[in-house]
């Protein structure tokens, strides 16, 4: 039977039975990547989905995930959301404590985890856990606990009544009511502890439909790579659900670690990512020119000239004069075409980059080698996409045109309001916290600042609790400064500093590959990257670049003193969210020492 297509699993469903013996799901098996058919994903969806039915879970139930990426996640996800429970992903980079409060903030009756490491992280605190009944692993391990058993042996459970249960399984996706909860994603509560966002079957389907009619060139003929964490609502929005509904082939990546060496095995016509990737996709070219022949560097430096030339007639459908055209051919045969493939984009038709801003240079530099590169906004609270770039309509520096049946409105105080189908219900049993966000009218509050210009297109300025007063009273906008600075080919990271402060400062991450070869190459022996960071002519060489990436902002906002860091930020060492975005305040905390002596003279 077809579904009306008001849920996920009823499109999810609907796929299995046009694409059938096709492949769904690739992934990671033993070094090499397994296909999955869309009959053998609908049977397992079907066959957890019963097996869930048949331990207590009920339509309304929250049924938790700790795990990182897998297609057992996806089948997890499908077959929760399939029998009318709601789904909520944790992070599987979390805690066993930020576990723990999910679960009974929540009040999740049952608990997937992907192996031992996951359950060790949940048993230590079973004492804490208060309404969890259940505890189901996808890996198959050992254990005396009753109330934790496995995926295989669910699955078994539930194939056991398929023949009783399976019209019952599809009243189950056919009695999906729209708005009801689908699932809860947690904040990354960079602010207090995290809120369950609930976010519905309506808010879901409405994202997906508007995503699409923003990209429609998409379709059954592509071929995906899943980067983003399932549990983020990028990456399970348009990541998972946009790709479902076109029926395109999804290669799950291994981790975000193994991103490049995955995108040359799958050769992908579809990515979405954050800002990192891209980030260090193009660093890993600059080193690499940089590792060449002089005539190398020479045909690329040309090559590059042509491409930041030609870019803004590529973006916006505008014909070439002539002599550019011709120019571009060949920077494209001799130079962009290699790098595609040597990057394993090849085939790629877009990328989507969301969750974070990225710097115009790396922005321009990407759409001009022909990887057209799409910038989007959004929140978890709004499902999350509210803007886009397009084929159609395109602006550098923007996140592109509102997405269809999408209003934004900018506030007195220049912050960005949004209203549509896709925001999200409230935060789950937060009355107070959700009244906050909306204004009297029923606009939902994004807590950030911009403005839209006159092709519709909208920029965002900053975070409006990011932005930096100094001592002087002057807004500082953090981000532009750190973008423009991790652009360079020797600075892998950068925190720009100054909140109450007379002059603004940075900690600054060395691209250490590069920064080592440049060492050597200047005959600056060194044991250790810390001791190499401490070395007067690093310290000088850095300045030198700091400055002259500087020099086009204005006098308020340039970097008086710096601090190399020996180490690079990271979600482990707790500076970075589990989205790579940079926890300020935890930042400001943990190096207060070092930012203090930045302004001791």
């Not at 723990?100 to 079973?126: P, T």
């Not at 692993?137 to 606990?145: A, I, R, S, V």
């Not at 369950?196 to 079957?201: D, E, I």
């Not at 600059?286 to 803004?312: C, G, M, N, T």
């Amino acid at each position: 039977m077809g579904f009306n297509e008001k849920s996920i699993p009823a499109i999810f469903y609907n796929r299995a039975e046009k694409y059938r013996y096709e492949p769904f799901l690739r992934y990671k098996e033993n070094g090499s990547y397994k296909d999955m058919t869309w009959l053998d994903a609908q049977r397992k969806v079907r066959a957890l989905g019963l097996g869930l039915v048949s331990l207590g879970i009920k339509p309304g139930d929250m049924v938790a995930i700790f795990s990182e990426n897998s297609w057992e996640w996806i089948i997890a996800d499908l077959a929760i959301m399939s029998i009318g429970a709601a789904d909520v992903p944790i992070y599987a980079t979390n805690s066993g404590e930020e576990a723990a409060y999910i679960i009974n903030d929540s009040k999740a009756k049952a608990l997937f985890v992907s192996d031992r490491d996951h359950l060790d992280r949940i048993l230590h605190l079973e004492t804490k856990l208060k309404g969890l009944k259940n505890i189901i692993t996808f890996d198959d391990l050992d254990t005396d606990e009753k109330y934790v058993t496995n995926l295989g042996k669910l699955l078994e459970m539930g194939d056991d009544t398929r023949d009783t249960g399976g019209s019952d399984f599809e009243n189950m996706i056919d009695s999906i009511d729209p708005s009801n909860i689908a699932t809860l994603i947690y904040t990354s509560g960079t602010t207090g502890p995290p809120k369950g966002v609930m976010l519905t079957h309506a808010n879901f389907v409405s994202n997906v439909m508007q995503c699409y009619a923003t990209h429609p060139i998409i379709g059954h003929s592509d071929s995906s790579l899943l980067i983003l964490p399932l549990s983020h609502s990028f990456g399970r929005t348009v990541g998972l659900y946009l790709m479902t509904h076109i029926g395109a082939q999804i290669s799950l990546a291994e981790n975000f670690s193994t991103v490049l060496q995955n995108l040359k095995e799958t050769r992908p016509t579809l990515i979405a990512s954050v800002p990192r990737l891209f980030e260090k996709a193009y660093s890993g070219i600059l080193s690499q020119v940089e590792a060449s022949p002089q005539f190398r560097k020479k045909i690329f430096s040309w090559a590059r000239d042509v491409a930041l030339r030609a870019v803004d007639y590529i973006v916006h459908n505008n014909k070439m004069p002539r002599v550019l055209e011709l120019q571009y051919n060949a920077a494209d045969r001799l130079v962009f075409s290699k790098i595609r493939s040597a990057m394993g984009l090849d085939r790629i038709k877009v990328a989507i980059n969301g969750g974070g801003p990225l710097a115009v240079d790396i922005d321009r530099f990407f759409n001009g080698i022909g990887v057209p590169l799409h910038n989007g906004y959004g929140l978890t609270e709004t499902s999350p996409v509210t803007n886009v770039n397009t084929f159609e309509v395109f602006e550098f520096g923007s996140v592109g045109p509102h997405v269809p049946d999408t209003k934004i409105r900018i506030a007195e105080d220049g912050e960005i309001l949004v209203k549509g189908p896709q925001v999200m219900k409230g935060y789950y049993n937060q009355l107070e916290a959700t009244k906050s966000v909306f204004t009297e009218d029923g606009w939902f509050m994004t807590g950030d600042i911009g403005f839209v210009d006159e092709k519709a297109c909208l920029h965002i300025t900053d975070r409006k609790k990011d932005i930096i007063i100094t001592a002087g009273g002057k807004n500082i906008s953090p981000q532009n400064l750190e973008n423009a600075l991790i652009t360079d080919q020797y600075i892998e990271q950068a925190v720009v500093i100054g909140e109450g402060k007379k002059f603004l400062s940075a900690l600054i991450v060395p691209n250490f590959t590069d920064l080592r070869e440049y060492a050597r190459q200047k005959g600056i022996s060194f044991a250790e990257d810390e001791e190499l960071i401490k070395k007067p002519e690093i310290i000088d060489f850095y300045d030198e670049r700091i400055k002259s990436i500087m020099k086009n902002f204005a006098r308020v906002e340039q970097i008086r003193k710096f601090t190399l860091m020996p180490k690079e930020f990271s979600q482990q060492t707790g500076e970075l969210t589990p989205t790579l975005k940079l926890k300020r305040k935890i930042i400001n905390e943990k190096y207060a020492d070092i930012i203090e002596a930045m302004y001791k003279e």
